[in-house]
């Protein structure tokens, strides 16, 4: 049997997406298979196109770390243990395959779709909302009251994380590339929007916290900006550096670190044990799905693109144009 799925034909520009037939993926002890109606797109796809994102051994050379859809096949008792059952609309976290009409993704990093979203919505949920709360919460250790500083409000970890913070009872800056984008985090719930272009982000952090600096900053570009950051925190301030898109070096004062006892940490999740994601899920699960499902967060689509062209998906998500997320859908493709 057969599927379509967007394969990497060469590392490149977007246009090295191809829609590819390939074999239907065959399951594996504690997975179930999932008939894919949406797949969320993520940076680390990007990054994986141009050959700067290595596959874990074992995961597929598809791209795609997010999917939601149907329960095809599983097991039964694993399924009925895990409260599901097939025909189930779930949402998955994977380590890749995701671009495909169906996709195996271990059980423990399924969660059921929130009442009242579509599989579109449901598809911009585990890669991102998964991402945040372990960096966010688990990492960082934000706490109510505190003031995260998050890079990037407007993508798509981005306003996942203002919701979830502002929902934790946390203050939340933003930076963004624009008016119109700091707007946009501002209408999400954000208290202050930064736009970089035009502001300086560690005066105008310090400025908005009364020169006391902030508790945890969300960092998705590392190189140049950890300095200003370090300068920028809280006593006992942690700093979360989750993608280095402004590069892997940076030099900053260690003496801060040592007189305000700063953290300096980071993190990757797709390498990450099916029980360490899993436990994400469920906390998750716990904490985030009531809120899903009650409207006091709400997944922000930007786009949506039919699977065969995930070629103009890739370059909407490099323009950095886009506010929230980017999904590829499989209707009709």
């Known amino acids: 049997m057969t599927m379509k ?29 999932i008939r894919v109606t949406a797949s969320g797109i993520n940076r680390p796809d990007v990054l994986q196109r141009t050959g700067n994102y290595p596959v874990p051994p074992g995961a597929s050379d598809i791209p795609g770390l997010e999917v ?32 495909a009409q169906f996709c195996v993704a271990p059980i423990a990093q399924c969660l059921p779709v929130p009442e009242g979203l579509s599989d579109i919505e449901a598809a911009s949920l585990p890669e991102t909302f998964f991402t945040v709360w372990s960096n966010v919460f688990d990492r960082g250790q934000l ?63 310090m400025r908005l916290t009364n020169n006391q600096g902030v508790n945890v900053i969300l960092d998705m570009v590392a190189g140049s900006y950890v300095a200003k950051e370090v ?49 994400i899920a469920q906390a998750c699960l716990k904490n985030i799905w009531p809120l899903l499902v009650s409207g006091h967060i709400k997944p922000v689509i930007h786009s949506t693109f039919a699977a065969h062209d995930a070629a103009k998906a890739h370059v909407l998500m490099e323009s950095n144009q886009h506010v929230g997320k980017i999904v590829l859908t499989w209707g009709n493709t």
Do not use: W
Not at 5 to 27: N, W
């Open 231 to 279: 300068e920028c925190l809280s006593e006992d301030g942690r700093l979360v550096i989750i993608a280095v898109q402004g590069g892997v070096k940076s030099e900053f004062n260690a003496g801060l670190v040592l007189r305000r006892r700063l953290t300096v940490t980071g993190s990757t999740l797709r390498q990450r044990s099916t029980a360490f994601k899993a436990a």
């Open 5 to 33: 799925a967007i394969e990497i034909s060469a590392f490149g520009a977007p246009d090295v997406l191809r829609q590819v037939d390939r074999p239907v993926p065959v399951l594996g002890a504690g997975e179930l298979l």
């Open 143 to 205: 706490q109510r009251g505190e003031t995260l500083l998050i890079q990037g409000g407007s993508s798509g970890i981005g306003v996942a994380a203002i919701q979830m913070a502002k929902a934790m009872g946390a203050r939340v800056l933003v930076t963004a590339g624009s008016d119109e984008k700091c707007t946009a985090c501002l209408a999400l719930g954000a208290d202050a929007a930064i736009n970089y272009k035009t502001h300086d982000f560690k005066e105008e952090a």
């Open 68 to 99: 939601a859809g149907v329960i095809e096949q599983g097991d039964a008792l694993a399924l009925a243990s895990a409260g599901f059952k097939l025909g189930d609309r779930v949402c998955a976290l994977v380590a890749g395959g995701g671009y």
